[in-house]
Every structure is written in structure tokens, then in C-alpha cells.
């Protein structure tokens, strides 16, 4: 039975629901590969918070300029028309509302839409929140790219976070490798199933009762 879908086509989805002329920032880690699947005829503009407006895709081997990379650190081209700015400036577009999209992973989302993704609160770990707390209050949609259960096999869809906070009540959607779900203000609403996976199934494996929005 299949019940989990790839991060790549997980990737393809949501890069399948952001709109042409969006400003779209990605996130550090998983989200980076939607970059790979957007549409090549349409102009979609990716925003990166160490300073750049029109982040294009990875270097061909060999073409790598040091000085162009992402806020995770990884290398990047510059599309044709790209502007580079303060740090400070891009944390101004984040916070200022000029961001349509942003992705960004997560470790808990509340069914009442908040996030938790910079820290699971346990002892030693290094605070790394980064701009996420910007990026998740900023953007216009914030949609959430995650695995539904962590490796211990615990739903990272939950009625509260446990876990410290990013920001509240600030995701829009939430695309795991079982299912997409939207926040509503009831709830989770299940709006797309992947392989065998039903709204019953989900509902068991999350332990929320989750509302049917597949139009099934």
C-alpha cells in the first residue's frame, strides 16, 4: 500500500499552487527543492533573506560564484533582472507584507494554525529561529512542507504545539508527505490525499478529527 509520497514530488506540488508573479521565499532545508520544479514560463520571483530578489537555480559544476548563495549557504544563480540589498532592507520586504509565499518546514503546526519549527526545547540545542519568525508573520501565505509523523511516528499536526513558537495562527497550508491540509477556522481540513490515505486513516494516524475538504 502506498501512503507517502517523495520530497521532490512533494515539492512539484506546492510549486504547482503558487501563483504566477508571486514573491516567494523558501525556506532553508526541504524547501529549497520547490526552486526546481516552478514553471519556466512563468515569472515567479524568488526572495532570499541574506539579500537577494530574483534568486535563480543552482550553478552547473564548475560555475559556482562564492559570493552568491542562499540563507542556507548554499550556491545560487543570479536571473536576469536580480537586485541584491542590505540585509536589512530584506528583512524590511519580510516583514513589511511583501512576500506572497513562503515554505518553510516545521517540527509542530496547531490546528489553529500556529508553527513551531526553530527548536523542539530540547536541553543543549542551539536556538537557530533565524528569520522564520519574520518570514511566518510576513508573508501573505505561509504553507507549511513537512513529513505528517516524525520518525518516532508522533503526528506533527496537533491541537497545540508543544514545542517553542515561531509565530501564531500564521500558516495557511500544510503539505505532508500523506496528505495537503488546509487551516481553517475549524481546524485541519483535508484537501488533497496521496496513495491509499483517507480522511479516516489521518484522522487515526494525527488523532484530530480532521474535516473532508477533498470534495470526494
Not at 151 to 165: E, I, R
Request: net charge negative; charged share 15%.
Amino acid at each position: 500500500m502506498t501512503t507517502r509520497i517523495s520530497r521532490q514530488d512533494l515539492a512539484a506540488r506546492i510549486a504547482a499552487d503558487i501563483p504566477e508573479g508571486s514573491i516567494v521565499n523558501l525556506g532553508i532545508g526541504a524547501p529549497t527543492l520547490v526552486a526546481n520544479y516552478l514553471p519556466e514560463d512563468e515569472e515567479i520571483i524568488l526572495h532570499t533573506e541574506n539579500g537577494m530578489l530574483g534568486m535563480g537555480e543552482a550553478p552547473a559544476a564548475g560555475s559556482v560564484d562564492p559570493d552568491l548563495i542562499n540563507a542556507g549557504k548554499q550556491a545560487v544563480t543570479a536571473a536576469l533582472g536580480a537586485a541584491y540589498f542590505h540585509h536589512a532592507d530584506s528583512f524590511g520586504m519580510m516583514r513589511g507584507g511583501h512576500l506572497d509565499v513562503c515554505v518553510l518546514g516545521a517540527f509542530q503546526v496547531a490546528e489553529t494554525g500556529d508553527l513551531a519549527n526553530w527548536s523542539t526545547g530540547a536541553p543543549g540545542a542551539i536556538p537557530a529561529v533565524g528569520g522564520a519568525m519574520d518570514l511566518a508573520i510576513g508573508a501573505k501565505n505561509v504553507y507549511v512542507m513537512t513529513d505528517l509523523l516524525t520518525k518516532q511516528g508522533d503526528s506533527k499536526l496537533v491541537a497545540a504545539c508543544t514545542y517553542p513558537l515561531t509565530g501564531a495562527g500564521c500558516v495557511s497550508r500544510v503539505y505532508t508527505d500523506h496528505a495537503v491540509f488546509d487551516v481553517t477556522p475549524d481546524g485541519f481540513s483535508v484537501r488533497e490525499l496521496f496513495g491509499e490515505n483517507t480522511v479516516a486513516s489521518l484522522n487515526e494516524l494525527t488523532g484530530l478529527a480532521l474535516a473532508d475538504g477533498t470534495g470526494a
